[in-house]
């Protein structure tokens, strides 16, 4: 499964007979081509032993890790992240370097790390030409790292403000505690209403956008009436999420077409499931829910549901 989030392509020598797209730093990229497309093109356009190191370490990224999602960030960089990022991949004149971004918590029993030692967070892997790194130990060290992100994915962040904002520094909580966020197109507002979730929803609506990210191809996101919604472009939302006080409901708008149909709702074609704190996410379940769904078309606001 891989689900990319893409943002500008970096600049790079063209290649005889290349596709023409939009220039290099044109916004218009973003919508252009998923992550994965661009960060093939940058292996493409580094060639020698800096494309060949980057796909190497590239390939065991993903192998190490099939639930890794491969994003473009930072006008040109490649980023791999599950549960947030876990390593980066740059490439410099004389060295390909892959930053860990915890690194200094992450087990290392092979030394692999040889670069940024000094900080407290980060570690970094240099590559120089003609050197190798051990493909087994690499991929447990990036094994390690996803799982130092799944933990503080699931531990309490006491320094955060889950209701800090734009407008006067807060986001509102509504009724039962859900989130009032502008609305919005686009994976941002998204994030800042899963940055605005109480208590235990907050790690619980992060482990739920990593999983649809995981699973469902093309996604498109945005907030509307305060809440985040998921679809196909083209084809209308077919997910939408709602904290209140005690649960957060899952909403499948074409819910009744689903096998088995989710159990809650008696409307025409909406259902849903609500979670509760301490419930298990029957991942199997839902994931085949979700590619149903997105396999239907979609709800579209203000037009007549058949």
């Known amino acids: 499964m891989s689900h990319r989030t893409p943002t500008t392509r970096s600049k790079g020598p063209a290649k005889a007979g290349a596709k023409a797209g ?52 930072w006008r040109g960089t490649p980023v791999w992240s599950h549960y947030g990022i876990v390593c980066t991949g740059e490439t410099y004149a004389k060295v390909v370097k892959l930053t860990f971004a915890r690194g200094a918590r992450t087990p290392d029993p092979a030394g692999l790390f040889n670069a940024s030692l000094e900080g407290n967070t ?67 507002p998204v994030q800042a209403y899963i940055a605005a979730m109480p208590g235990w929803k907050r790690a619980f609506g992060e482990r739920l956008d990593a999983f649809i990210v995981r699973t469902v191809p093309n996604l498109r996101k945005a907030v509307k009436w305060n809440s985040p919604l998921y679809g196909i472009e ?31 709702g008696t409307g025409k074609d ?7 704190e301490g419930d298990a996410l029957d991942e199997a379940q839902m994931a085949a829910w979700l590619r149903q769904a997105a396999a239907l078309p979609g709800w579209l606001p203000g037009r007549e549901q058949a």
Do not use: C
């Open 22 to 73: 939009p220039p290099v730093d044109d916004p218009r990229a973003v919508a252009a081509e998923p992550a994965s497309r661009l960060i093939d093109q940058r292996i493409r356009d580094l060639g020698g032993w800096r494309g060949e190191t980057l796909a190497r370490m590239r390939a065991l990224i993903l192998e190490a890790d099939p639930g890794m999602i491969e994003e473009w960030k």
């Open 122 to 188: 980060r570690r970094a892997i240099d590559i120089h030409e003609g050197e190798t790194v051990d493909a087994g130990a690499f991929k447990a060290l990036v094994q390690a790292a996803a799982a130092q992100n799944g933990l503080a994915a699931k531990q309490p962040k006491a320094k955060a403000k889950p209701n800090e904002g734009k407008k006067g520094g807060k986001v509102v909580l509504l009724s039962g505690g859900n989130p009032q966020i502008a609305k919005a197109d686009g994976d941002a």
């Open 234 to 264: 083209g084809q209308g939302w077919f997910l939408g999420v709602h904290v209140f006080t005690h649960y957060v409901k899952l909403t499948f708008f074409r819910g009744t077409s689903l096998r088995p149909v989710p159990p809650g």
């Open 270 to 276: 909406a259902r849903w499931i609500d979670i509760r």
